[in-house]
């Protein structure tokens, strides 16, 4: 049981590239999140989603899309990478039920030049 | 709306010392309660919940937190502070009808030796 699983640990873009960051869990949990992680800041929620086919904003979502067709997986896209996306990528997911722990993945760190 | 305010970006106390974390939260109806912990370049963890049980909680690694309804607050305390503490620790409330938690900025714990 590996848990929530991100990939890449570690990307440098240039200014107007794209790339996707990847979220995969094995748990079965029909809620998962995307989160940004600033530097002494705390967590900004990009988007949510609580089962596949069906994703929502959350409080910072723009330059950012995802999407969810399985259940395990729930990628998020930058398009046009700006500096201001510079930060520290979390997915995290859960199951259903507003008392149940967010579990967390180790994050990807981001470096737009 | 919902709102977090843990108060004190640092804390610092030395080892050995108690540790007390501060956090006050808004909301109108019952909440569940979540205090999480992110070592350096970690994902975050859960380190203790509030849900409506007792209202002394204990958590991981001798953590406790007491939820006051009558001061909206959820303090988080260890008796004996160790240098494997050293870490920010986030505070995070939700309700029934969410589903996203809502965030404190987070309080960043120094331990002197």
């Known amino acids: 049981n590996a848990g929530v699983t991100q990939t890449p640990k570690f990307r440098i873009l240039k200014i107007g590239q794209s790339m996707t960051l990847q979220c995969t869990q094995d748990?079965?949990?029909?809620?998962m999140y995307w989160y940004r992680q600033d530097p002494g800041m705390g967590l900004k929620l990009i988007y949510y989603s609580v089962g596949a086919g069906i994703t929502d904003k959350g409080e910072v979502p723009n330059g950012y899309n995802v999407s969810r067709s399985t259940t395990e997986d729930f990628p998020l896209r930058l398009e046009l990478a700006a500096p201001s996306q510079t930060s520290v990528y979390f997915c995290a997911s859960r199951i259903q039920g507003a008392w149940e722990t967010q579990y967390f993945g180790p994050g990807t760190r981001l470096l737009v030049l | 709306a919902q709102s977090v305010t843990q108060l004190g970006s640092h804390v610092s106390v030395s080892e050995g010392a108690l540790v007390l974390l501060r956090c006050n939260y808004s909301?109108?109806?019952?909440?569940?309660l979540f205090w999480y912990v992110q070592y350096p370049n970690q994902g975050l963890q859960l380190l203790l919940k509030y849900t409506s049980a007792a209202t002394l909680v204990k958590g991981i690694n001798g953590f406790e937190a007491e939820f006051k309804k009558s001061e909206t607050s959820f303090h988080l305390t260890k008796p004996s502070a160790h240098m494997s503490d050293a870490a920010e620790y986030f505070c995070?409330?939700?309700?029934?009808?969410?589903?996203?938690?809502?965030w404190g900025a987070g309080t960043k714990l120094i331990i002197k030796p």
């Open positions: 995070a409330v939700s309700e029934d009808s969410n589903y996203q938690l809502i």
């Open positions: 748990m079965n949990h029909n809620y």
């Open positions: 909301s109108s109806v019952p909440p569940y």
